[in-house]
């Protein structure tokens, strides 16, 4: 685990790494600490900030924007949020709360000089209810703003889970994967075999697990479990009642935020599509683009058609 002894000396510095890593010094109310940044490419009128999922996933997944926004002219960055992969992993359970990580957001973008007239928030999965509520937040810092698979209501997603995607499972593994939820037993090898079964290949990224792509592979296994279940919960079909973002609603909202945006849904998604596609009409310059053969992480199950829609909204943004 890494602490703010592995990156920060007594004089508080922004350490610049190779090949375009940094790692950025931000305050909190418990201390100071670091989080890693990876830029790609060089474009002054378009720079991409990318927010991962989770809560406590990693950047890694994410790396298929590197077969398509190079070529496009894209600048983007990568970038691991507190308690995340490279970045420090502090055992601060009063950390993680969504204010807080909205608050490190905007101290990323100023540390890495990300301007009103080329900025652009890109938020996957929590990620997306980061981007929304940083949009909310700091609506004059924004170019434009993309929100991946992640609806706008923790209570409405967990609708769907319940009343849409859990019918379809076979019950009699839905009623073990709840059992060994209830008893607090997701440690169990035997839950991760029956979720992989059940809801990853159908909702999560629809391809052999042998043909999942490193980058996914490697998210997974650095998910920092103590920022997922502090905000999402143990149950991978919803969000916790317990759970720090279990009453999260910004459907009202989001009428209040005015930059274009686009909202991208899957047809297997474990989101529900038709609830993002309304989330991009009630955005006053929302689009929608619908990946109708993704899942949640339809950048790799409906690539082509994921990335070309994504370029083309951030091409138009430029124009």
Known sequence: MRTLGDYL????????????????????????????????????????????????????????CDSYLPAAGIEYYYYDQLGAGRSDQPDEP????LDRFVDEVEQV?????????????????????????????YPTNLRGLV???????????????????????????????????????????????LLLEQHYLHHILRMPVAAWPDGVNRAFAHVNPSVYVSMQGPSELGISADAKLANWDCTDRLA????????????????????????ADLLPNGRYLHC???????????QQRYFTGLVEFLHGLAD
């Open 9 to 64: 000396d007594s004089s508080g510095r922004d350490d610049v790494l190779s090949g375009g890593a940094r790692m950025i010094p931000v305050s909190t109310s418990v201390g100071t600490w670091r989080v890693w940044t990876k830029r790609i490419g060089n474009n002054p009128d378009l720079k991409v900030l990318l927010l991962h999922g989770g809560p406590g996933m990693t950047h890694e997944y994410l790396e298929a």
């Open 94 to 97: 009063s950390l993680w709360e």
């Open 109 to 137: 973008r100023q540390a890495l000089g990300l301007e009103r007239h080329n900025f652009v928030l890109y938020g996957q999965s929590w990620g997306g209810i980061l981007a929304m509520e940083y949009a909310l937040r």
């Open 147 to 193: 929100i991946s698979n992640m609806m706008s209501s923790a209570p409405a997603y967990n609708a769907y889970a319940q009343q849409v995607l859990m019918p379809e499972m076979d019950q009699a593994a839905l009623a073990e994967i709840l059992s060994l939820e209830a008893s607090g037993n997701t440690d169990d090898p035997r839950y991760m075999e």
């Open 256 to 279: 209040l935020i005015d930059v274009p945006t686009l909202v991208i849904g899957a047809r297997h998604d474990s989101m529900d599509p038709a609830h993002m596609e309304m989330m």
């Open 292 to 302: 109708p053969d993704g899942s949640h992480l339809a950048m790799y199950d409906d």
